[in-house]
Structures are given as structure tokens and as C-alpha cells.
């Protein structure tokens, strides 16, 4: 156009390449094209504003976003509920819930009602900042104003209960959904399901995946690593395995953190040949081991009195360049204590001081458990 001698228009022409830069995820680029039709004495309108409002949103540019939203109050161009949605959701994507919800008063008193949008934006920014209670209320005044939540409303709604440990609130969410007609995605199921994980409501969890499979939707790995974890805090080790299995029917690989939970099952359940055998699982998987994993694995060993065992992962672990921690040797040492290797069990404490690791009442020789040992006597003398 400009080789043509020709003026770009500020609706046909900066407007549309603004759109283009939004829609591409280039705010880069439509900041440095707003700040072109201002050097060229063009006067921005408001879809242009709100165009590069929405890329700074698609950006994470929240800072950016509520600034440029000033220079339009500067200006005395008359914000529409676009625009402000678009700062929501900046605001929402940068974790600023406080910032979120003061914007959404702000529409109200510039007689302004906020769309399903603006809603979801403010619930989700809630969600993220682990404010249930606030997401919850937003939910409710959407109802209020007459605007139909949509699944995205409900999905942010059902994950931050699961963030504030409400599991009820979150089925019941989950339910709601159902009853009026709306089919929850997978994330809807996911999110109850770790609800229901944080709730030790493994029962509920496990019927959650099911219904998934109900609706013929993939469970996804977070799902299954959700159930899992909801087995292993209630003490379901087989269900956990099972679970672990299922993932690899299903073609989703497990990762550490689902080898973890059922490890920890395992061991809450005195499986340490499993727990064992899962970690060999794990770098046949090419996954890496982490001090979770190991500490488990050393649980479970303490439990079954296998004292050589938890050493020798002690000492696997070091090797892997992971550093025990208190848990660890606590684990070690009362490993020793089952199999009266007490002297073991002062090389594992000298460690620990060595480490700059504090000693805790369960591990500090004197205490209720070292006292228990057959060799108390000299373990308070050390």
C-alpha cells in the first residue's frame, strides 16, 4: 500500500493487520504496529484497542494490558465489554485474581454487564489464585444476571474447589453439569477426580473414571495419576497397580509421579517386592527415579523389616546423585532398629548430621524408638 502511495486506512487497513497480529499470538507485533499508527498521527479506535488488548491476553501481558486500558480512559474512548474481558482474562493468565475481580467491578459501575467471558475469566483467575469461595460466588452471580454458565464455567468452578480440597463442592458441580443437559470434557472429570484424590475419597474417584469411559471419552494421564493417588492414600495398593496397568493399555505413559503414588501404595501396604520391582519398571520407562520414589521403596522395605534392602537404596541413591532425605533415613534407620542393627542405624545418623540434615524425635538416638532397640542403652550414651 505505502509502494502504492497509497494511506492505510485506520478501520480497513491497521485495524485488520492488528486483528491478524491477535489472532496470530503476536503481540510483539501488534504493539509495534499500535505504536506505527500513532507516529502517523492515526487516532486508534476502540477495535483497535481492543485488538491488541486481546494479544497482550493471548500473551500473558497483563501489565501491558491494564496500561493500555488506561491510555483509553486517557484518550476518552468509551471502554465496551470486549476490551475489558480481555484485561480479565490477562489478568486471569497472569495469576492476578484480585486484579480480575476489581476489573469486573469496574464494568459494573461503568453500566457495563459482563458476558459469559468475562465471567469465566474472573472464575478462572479465582480458580488460579486457590480462591474457591470467590469462584463460587462468581458462578452465582452469573446465574443472577441471567447468563447460562458454559462447560468452561463449570470446569473452572469444579477445579478450584479441587484446589480449595472442597470434593463435595466438586461433585456436586460435576452433577449439576449433567442435570441441566451440559457434557462434562475430560478436564471436568479430571479436575473431580483430583478432588477427589485430595478428599481421600478413593471410592469416588475410581467411580469418576469409570464414568469417563461412560461418556467415551479418554481418561488422560493426569486422570489416571489423580486415581492412583486417591488409591494410595486410602491404602489401595492392588487398585493402584491396576490403575497403572490400565494406563499402559491404554497407551498413556505413566510418569514419575504416577509411579510414585503407587509405590507409596505399596508400601502402606507392605508390598516391597513391588515396590521394588516398580522402580526397575521405571528406568526400563526411561524415567529418572526421584527422591519420592526412593524414600517409598525404603518405607517399604522399614515395614517388611528388610533392613540390607533399605540400605542398599540408600546407597543406590547417593550413587544416582540423589541426596536422601530426612524421611529417607528415618525410614533406614527404623529399618535398622526392626533388624536390631544398631551400629547401622549410627552410621545412617552420622550421615544425616554429615548431610546438615536435622534429626527429628523419630531419628535423634534416645528417642521412644531407639529406646525400643536392644542396644538403647548405647545409643543414649552416643
Given amino acids: 500500500m505505502r509502494e502504492a502511495k497509497l494511506e ?15 489472532k496470530g499470538e503476536q503481540w510483539h507485533q501488534a504493539l509495534a504496529l499500535f505504536g506505527e499508527m500513532q507516529e502517523a498521527t492515526l487516532e486508534p479506535d476502540v477495535i483497535s484497542y481492543s485488538a491488541v488488548l486481546s494479544a497482550f491476553e493471548k500473551g500473558a501481558q497483563w501489565q501491558r494490558a491494564l496500561a493500555l486500558l488506561g491510555m483509553m480512559w486517557e484518550v476518552r474512548l468509551k471502554h465496551d465489554v470486549i476490551s475489558y474481558s480481555a484485561c480479565i482474562s490477562a489478568c486471569e493468565k497472569g495469576a492476578q485474581w484480585q486484579r480480575a475481580l476489581a476489573l469486573l467491578g469496574m464494568m459494573w459501575e ?19 489464585g486457590e480462591q474457591w469461595k470467590r469462584a463460587l460466588a462468581l458462578f452465582g452471580m452469573m446465574w443472577e444476571v441471567k447468563l447460562e454458565p458454559g462447560v468452561i464455567s463449570y470446569n473452572a468452578g469444579i477445579s478450584a474447589c479441587e484446589k480449595g480440597e472442597q470434593w463435595q463442592c466438586a461433585l456436586a458441580l460435576l452433577s449439576d453439569m449433567q442435570e441441566r443437559q451440559l457434557k462434562p470434557d475430560a478436564i471436568s472429570y479430571s479436575s473431580g ?13 475410581l467411580a469418576l473414571l469409570g464414568q469417563i469411559w461412560e461418556a467415551k471419552l479418554a481418561p488422560n494421564a493426569i486422570s489416571y495419576s489423580a486415581g492412583i493417588s486417591a488409591c494410595e492414600k486410602g491404602g489401595q495398593w492392588q487398585r493402584a ?13 505413566p510418569d514419575v509421579v504416577s509411579y ?20 526397575i519398571q521405571m528406568r526400563k520407562a526411561k524415567l529418572e527415579p526421584d527422591i519420592i520414589s526412593y524414600s517409598a521403596c525404603i518405607s517399604g522395605c522399614e515395614k517388611s523389616g528388610q533392613w540390607q534392602r533399605a540400605l542398599a537404596l540408600l546407597t543406590e541413591m ?3 546423585k540423589v541426596n536422601p532425605s530426612v524421611i529417607s533415613h528415618s525410614a533406614g534407620m527404623s529399618a535398622c532398629e526392626k533388624g536390631k542393627q544398631w551400629q547401622q542405624a549410627l552410621v545412617l545418623f552420622g550421615q544425616m548430621r554429615k548431610a546438615k540434615l536435622e534429626p527429628d524425635s ?4 534416645g528417642s521412644a524408638r531407639a529406646r525400643r532397640a536392644n542396644s538403647g542403652s548405647r545409643l543414649r550414651r552416643c
Fill in 8 to 22: 492505510p486506512s485506520v478501520i480497513f487497513s491497521y485495524s485488520a493487520g492488528l486483528s491478524a497480529c491477535e
Fill in 110 to 128: 461503568a453500566r457495563l454487564i459482563p458476558n459469559v467471558i468475562s465471567y469465566n475469566a474472573g472464575i478462572s483467575a479465582c480458580e488460579k
Fill in 193 to 205: 477426580i483430583s478432588a477427589c484424590e485430595k478428599g481421600e475419597q478413593w471410592q469416588r474417584a
Fill in 241 to 253: 497397580l491396576a490403575l497403572l496397568s490400565e494406563m499402559r493399555d491404554v497407551t498413556l505413559e
Fill in 260 to 279: 510414585n503414588a503407587v509405590a507409596s501404595a505399596c508400601a502402606k501396604g507392605e508390598q516391597w517386592q513391588v515396590a521394588l520391582a516398580l522402580l
Fill in 318 to 320: 547417593r550413587e544416582a
Fill in 362 to 365: 523419630a531419628t535423634t538416638p
